[in-house]
């Protein structure tokens, strides 16, 4: 039986830094070498893979939608010639790109699985190496139309991904969806929470550079603070809200600038600050003001999926209506259409 293909985008992070005066930064051409000295190519149950080392390789802090879309691009462009495909990333902003990815690549029908390390290859002990023989098995010998994001010993849905520990191996989690995985001894699937593929041609949708941003309530915070980040060109923000998705509602100046803004046609999406559950603004009056005024209700997507899915609309030729709608829609299996709205 012939070997199956993995492409491998490989865009940077701590996986293949190395020291420098000034901290760790990407190093051309290391993580090839390393592969080849450990010929990860003997053992016939890997997959052969092709690796494509971006330039310049970037620590993820670096990185931004161009990269998103840069990312998605290349990934259609082999998306053809190969059985799966792996995006190395670092872990910094990794939630944001896996959060993005699924909402760009559409129709998709072969695993693509963003992994990258908390701790460089080229030290003895370093977890790279375990994530990223994982994401090859996964990528090549595993039924998953979805972009995944594997690390430590979880396989969890892109965009529900968050990073939760900046020191510890199992740096991220999915607070609002069980994993599709586990890797332990053996790399067991959870196929009940797996998307089958949707029934559409592969092809992969753009985004264009697009004025969104976050706005995070916190006690005491002013109309005029909000007046700032909330003014033009702003067109998308997401509001991390407390709770189930509360905000001052004695605070009518407060409220007036959101309002202001939501007139203005700026998409506003409420997403709370809690790591679990989700926005309902229908508990609390305090919340039944955000309803009011016009801003969305964002259920139990993460800020990141949030703030991604906003690029995505607003570079689609989508009416407000419609982005009103989708916005509240699982589009790729980012959210829970749990409470009646
Ligand atoms: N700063 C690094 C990055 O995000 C961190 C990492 O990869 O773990 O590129």
Same mark, same amino acid.
């Given at each position: 039986m012939s070997r199956k293909k993995v492409y491998i985008a490989y865009t940077g992070g701590t996986i293949g830094m190395k020291e420098s005066s000034s901290g760790y930064i990407p190093e051309k051409g290391y993580l090839q070498s390393y592969l080849a000295a450990k010929r990860v190519l003997d053992d016939p149950a890997m997959p052969s893979f092709d690796i494509c080392e971006y330039?310049?390789?970037?620590?993820? $802090?670096?990185?931004?939608?161009e990269h998103w879309d840069t990312i998605a691009r290349d990934i259609a462009d082999h998306y053809q010639d190969y059985d799966g495909f792996i995006v190395i990333h670092g872990t910094d902003t990794m939630a944001y790109t896996a959060s993005a990815l699924p909402f760009l690549l559409q129709g998709l029908a072969k695993p693509v699985v963003v992994t990258g390390s908390q701790?460089?290859?080229?030290?003895?002990?370093?977890?790279g190496y375990e994530n990223l023989i994982a994401s090859l098995m996964v990528a090549a010998h595993h039924q998953i139309p979805e972009v995944i994001l594997l690390f430590g010993s979880r396989i969890l849905r892109g965009c529900r991904?968050?990073?939760?520990?900046?020191?510890?191996?199992?740096?991220?989690?999915?607070p609002n969806f069980p994993a599709l995985g586990h890797i332990g001894i053996n790399i067991e699937l959870h196929k009940e929470y797996i998307q089958t593929a949707q029934n559409i041609p592969f092809h992969v949708q753009s985004l264009k550079k697009q004025h969104v941003g976050i706005l995070r309530l916190f006690p005491g915070i002013t109309a005029d603070y909000a007046r700032n980040v909330l003014r $033009?060109?702003?067109?998308?923000v997401v509001l991390e809200t407390?709770?189930?998705?509360?905000?001052?509602?004695?605070n009518k100046a407060l409220i007036g600038a959101l309002k202001e803004a939501a007139d203005r046609g700026v998409v506003i999406v409420n997403i709370t600050q809690c790591l679990r559950g989700t926005v309902n603004q229908k508990t609390y009056a305090a919340g039944q003001i955000l309803e009011d005024i016009?801003?969305?209700?964002?259920?139990?997507?993460?800020p990141n999926a949030a703030l991604v899915k906003m690029y995505y609309l607003l570079s689609q030729d989508f009416s407000m209506q419609e982005i009103y709608n989708k916005m509240r829609q699982s589009l790729c299996g980012e959210l829970t259409s749990v409470i009646s709205l």
């Open positions: 330039d310049p390789l970037l620590d993820s $802090a670096n990185m931004g939608s701790i460089p290859l080229h030290k003895t002990r370093n977890d991904a968050v990073k939760v520990d900046a020191f510890g191996l199992e740096a991220f989690d999915s $033009a060109p702003l067109q998308g407390f709770g189930q998705g509360n905000a001052p509602d004695n016009g801003v969305i209700g964002g259920l139990d997507m993460t």
